[in-house]
Structures are given as C-alpha cells and as structure tokens.
C-alpha cells in the first residue's frame, strides 16, 4: 500500500543547510510536496514537484526528486531559526486524489 | 484573501461526551476535507466533501463520526460518543481544484486540538 517515510528529527546551526529526507512506495505517485508545521499551526504548503522533474528550486528552497528510488529531499539553504518547525512529505497518487503524509521531521534551528 | 477558519481552538470533554468542529473554507473552494492528526504522526484523511456531496468517507469511523456539508461552504464534524483514542488535532482544508486537476494545492486551518480524558 501507500506509504510515506521521514527521518524524525533533524539539527542544524543557523546559517547552514537543512536536508530533510523523505520515501515514499507507490510508484504512480504525481505530485510531491512539502508542508511545513509551526507549533500550533495549520499545515503551510512550501512547495511541490510533479513527478516528471528531477529538481525544483524556488528562493530558499531545493526540492530534489529520484523517482527510480522514490527519495524526494528537501533543502533549506541558508536556515535561520524561523525554519524550526515540523516538515512533512507527502504524495498523491496518479488515481488517487488523497494526500498521503509522512511522520514529519522535526527541524531545530540551533542559534 | 481568507484563510480556512476553524472553531473552537481547544476542547477537553470526557470519554462518552459529544464534541462538534466548525470549518469554514476559503471562499469558492469547492473541495473540502477532515484530517486527524494524532501527535506525532502526519495527518490522515478522515473525510473529503466536493461541493455538498462525499466523494470519500472510507476512512470515517461511522460508528461515531459523522460531517456534514450541507450547503456546500461550511462543514461541521462531530463525534459522539467520543474515546480517548479520538485526542488529536482536527485540521480542516479545503482546494479550489477538484480531485485529479493540476497540483491539486489544499490549504489547511489551524486545527482543534481536542483532548478526550
């Protein structure tokens, strides 16, 4: 079945990169995203990618995808301590509309 | 531009008592849905309403949950009775494509976070 895997926690100083990583099962998967999570928040979408690309780039933000190993990676140039938050992947399927989310990795901004 | 408002923020009830959430979408969102959110995990899909009507409810607990649409803007969810397994965020979301258009982008509430003792 569908299913959506993150690394728990992540810790980096501010001011490096943040690579948060992410696999997913179903093969037929469209649409890839990354939601981000502050502490009594709502999910905030960052960005997606559709299956057919390998990398997207949007200011801060380097979504990496490998389709053949179905590894979808995120990467937060510059981190400053207002990325600290909880980062979730999730796919939707080719016949499926739902969105399947992973556990979410918890990202600590050190100072 | 509005974003999806939910009400209450919190609740605590009692095990066996009855809770009701509020959503309200973004205005022309024809697409809304009930997430769970259980701490810890992602959010899991409880039920997806496009328009007025139910395109999925597969993963509902029927037996205690039930939502509502009814004229295709706002959407109520309610448990009763409720378990102590029921604690966990109720997000609500809602989009403005339907299912299988584009990058089908769902905007989410802040939640209610609902303890059940």
């Known amino acids: 079945g569908e299913d959506v895997e993150q690394s728990l926690f992540l810790s980096v100083r501010e001011g490096d990169s943040s690579v948060i990583n992410c696999t997913y099962t179903d093969s037929s998967s469209t649409y890839l995203y990354w939601y981000k999570q502050e502490p009594g928040a709502g999910l905030q979408l960052l960005t997606y990618?559709?299956?057919?690309?390998d990398m997207k780039q949007d200011q801060r933000l380097t979504v990496l995808l490998n389709k053949k190993d179905k590894h979808l990676s995120l990467r937060i140039a510059d981190t400053q301590t207002g990325d600290s938050a909880i980062y979730f992947c999730a796919e939707k399927g080719d016949s499926s509309y739902k969105l399947i989310f992973g556990s979410g990795t918890r990202l600590l901004v050190r100072p | 531009e509005a974003g999806v408002a939910q009400s209450p923020r919190y609740k605590i009830i009692e095990k066996r008592q009855s809770v009701a959430f509020w959503c309200n979408p973004i205005s022309g969102h024809a697409t809304l849905y009930w997430y769970q959110q259980i701490l810890g995990q992602g959010p899991k899909l409880l039920i997806q309403?496009?328009?007025?009507?139910?395109?999925?409810d597969s993963q509902l607990p029927k037996d205690r949950f039930s939502a509502e649409r009814l004229k295709g803007v706002d959407s109520t969810l309610k448990i009763q009775p409720a378990k102590l397994e029921d604690s966990a965020v109720y997000l609500c979301?809602?989009?403005?494509?339907?299912?299988?258009?584009?990058?089908?982008?769902?905007?989410f509430g802040p939640g209610t976070r609902l303890t059940v003792l």
């Open positions: 979301a809602s989009s403005l494509n339907p299912p299988g258009q584009g990058a089908h982008e769902q905007f």
């Open positions: 990618i559709f299956s057919n690309m």
């Open positions: 309403f496009q328009n007025n009507g139910v395109v999925d």
